[in-house]
């Protein structure tokens, strides 16, 4: 037993210990090797696991901003549609019944606001991931991300545009009996008649007016934006279907668009007289019809009205060649511009 005990004790020769520690050194290097190998694994699982996660959020994405952009010109129509009444309730030369013509509209742009809210869901379960993005996904988030800031600022537009529909709705209701009687049947009596020729009709209508200008305004920035962001991501995604005709702000060129370039004299159809002093050219900039003011400040314009293309979404100046004369709707309280040509 003693002679066992001391052939298992007695030193090893030093040959022994070094290829014994060579082979524990070996030991502990695959070790280390298979879990990094294992960590590795796990981390291109993950990724994969990520990116797949990612790409299915980016598909909704596309889908939300579809419906954003969609939803983008309800503000925009609902503006222009403003704008065409305001200018009843501020030609001077308005006539009874031009306004009798116009009251049950008159009534209900006072009355409702068309609001712009965005969908948010692929964006916000990308948010909850943004961090483990790999890096040819993180560029695209990025710009969503900074695309959705915007949608405080429409938010803050709708509650400015309802506050102001709902204090007009609340001072007539307790100052006029006929704002809920006649106006309901769609035949406003005489007292509503002479209202609207009066100038707390016409204050009213300024400020749902300029407050719808400052949505649609927000709504058509979004909307560039949105489409930019929206390309960017099919780019990404590989994705080659075709894109609803309104997820385009590109210009195609036509017959009228020629017929349009060249240079105009800005006049204000409501103070009438020419105004030479403004001058402006048509010009083709990056293949988008641009204005191009005499102080050097250019307006990108997007179709030449509802003739010309079937539903691509209004600018925030909305313009059309009338009678050799290019008539351009502004998209604020001061409006109907007429741009006449200069002669050659």
């Given at each position: 037993?003693?002679?066992?005990?001391?052939?298992?004790?007695?030193?090893?020769?030093?040959?022994?210990?070094?290829?014994?520690?060579?082979?524990?050194?070996?030991?502990?290097?695959?070790?280390?090797?298979?879990?990094?190998?294992?960590?590795?694994?796990?981390?291109?699982?993950?990724?994969?696991?990520?990116?797949?996660?990612?790409?299915?959020?980016?598909?909704e994405v596309l889908r939300d901003l579809e419906a954003d952009c969609w939803a983008a010109l309800r503000p925009l129509f609902a503006n222009r549609s403003n704008n065409r009444l305001s200018d009843?309730?501020?030609?001077?030369?308005?006539?009874?019944?031009?306004?009798?013509?116009?009251?049950?509209?008159?009534?209900?742009?006072?009355?409702?606001?068309?609001?712009?809210?965005?969908?948010?869901?692929?964006?916000?379960?990308?948010?909850?991931?943004?961090?483990?993005?790999?890096?040819?996904?993180?560029?695209?988030?990025?710009?969503?991300?900074?695309?959705?800031?915007?949608?405080?600022?429409?938010?803050?537009?709708?509650?400015?545009?309802?506050?102001?529909?709902?204090?007009?709705?609340?001072?007539?209701?307790?100052?006029?009996?006929?704002?809920?009687?006649?106006?309901?049947?769609?035949?406003?009596?005489?007292?509503?008649?002479?209202?609207?020729?009066?100038?707390?009709?016409?204050?009213?209508?300024?400020?749902?007016?300029?407050?719808?200008?400052?949505?649609?305004?927000?709504?058509?920035?979004?909307?560039?934006?949105?489409?930019?962001?929206?390309?960017?991501?099919?780019?990404?995604?590989?994705?080659?279907?075709?894109?609803?005709?309104?997820?385009?702000?590109?210009?195609?060129?036509?017959?009228?668009?020629?017929?349009?370039?060249?240079?105009?004299?800005?006049?204000?159809?409501?103070?009438?007289?020419?105004?030479?002093?403004?001058?402006?050219?048509?010009?083709?900039?990056?293949?988008?019809?641009?204005?191009?003011?005499?102080?050097?400040?250019?307006?990108?314009?997007?179709?030449?009205?509802?003739?010309?293309?079937?539903?691509?979404?209004?600018?925030?100046?909305?313009?059309?060649?009338?009678?050799?004369?290019?008539?351009?709707?502004?998209?604020?309280?001061?409006?109907?511009?007429?741009?006449?040509?200069?002669?050659?």
């Amino acid at each position: 037993m003693q002679h066992m005990f001391r052939q298992l004790t007695k030193s090893e020769n030093p040959g022994n210990n070094l290829s014994m520690m060579l082979f524990a050194l070996v030991e502990v290097v695959m070790i280390v090797v298979g879990i990094v190998m294992a960590n590795q694994l796990e981390e291109q699982k993950e990724m994969r696991e990520v990116t797949n996660r990612a790409e299915v959020l980016f598909e909704e994405v596309l889908r939300d901003l579809e419906a954003d952009c969609w939803a983008a010109l309800r503000p925009l129509f609902a503006n222009r549609s403003n704008n065409r009444l305001s200018d009843v309730l501020y030609n001077p030369d308005r006539t009874m019944g031009e306004v009798q013509a116009n009251a049950f509209g008159i009534y209900y742009m006072l009355r409702f606001e068309s609001a712009l809210h965005i969908d948010t869901q692929g964006y916000e379960a990308l948010e909850k991931i943004h961090e483990r993005l790999p890096e040819h996904l993180l560029e695209a988030y990025e710009h969503l991300d900074r695309l959705m800031d915007q949608n405080a600022i429409i938010q803050e537009h709708n509650r400015r545009y309802q506050d102001v529909v709902y204090a007009n709705m609340e001072h007539n209701i307790h100052n006029h009996p006929w704002w809920n009687q006649g106006t309901y049947s769609g035949v406003p009596d005489m007292d509503a008649l002479m209202w609207m020729m009066g100038e707390e009709c016409k204050a009213q209508t300024h400020l749902v007016v300029n407050s719808s200008a400052h949505l649609a305004g927000a709504a058509e920035r979004f909307r560039t934006s949105a489409i930019s962001v929206y390309d960017e991501i099919k780019e990404l995604l590989g994705d080659t279907t075709a894109s609803p005709g309104y997820m385009s702000t590109n210009f195609a060129s036509s017959d009228r668009t020629q017929r349009m370039l060249g240079n105009f004299v800005l006049q204000d159809s409501l103070v009438y007289g020419s105004a030479s002093h403004k001058h402006l050219s048509m010009e083709i900039i990056d293949s988008h019809l641009t204005a191009v003011y005499g102080n050097g400040d250019t307006l990108r314009l997007n179709r030449s009205g509802m003739a010309e293309y079937s539903y691509p979404g209004p600018p925030l100046e909305d313009y059309m060649e009338v009678d050799g004369k290019l008539v351009v709707g502004k998209w604020t309280i001061q409006k109907d511009w007429t741009y006449e040509r200069v002669s050659d």
